[in-house]
């Protein structure tokens, strides 16, 4: 199992904070899941069909969302962060 964490506007779209999934296959990449999530359609679709507008955090590091998951236990998606 993969967890999958939403924070700020996403985790409002889809509706939770986080979830349990089935890991993806060998060799896939956080576009690759998000390409799986957004196939769920609703807030899934709305929050993610535009990923240049996310980034991720495989196990609590920042990555490109072209990145491979690998054997990572946690996958985080949210808004670029601005600072103010």
Known sequence: MLKIVYFAWVREAIG???EQIERPGPGSTVADLIALLVAR?????????DSSRLR?????????????IGDAREI???????GG
């Open 76 to 82: 985080a998606l949210f808004p670029p962060v601005t």
């Open 41 to 49: 359609g609703g807030g899934y679709a709305e929050a993610l069909a």
């Open 16 to 18: 939770r904070d986080e």
């Open 56 to 68: 991720a955090a495989v196990d609590q590091r920042f990555v490109p969302i072209d990145s491979p």
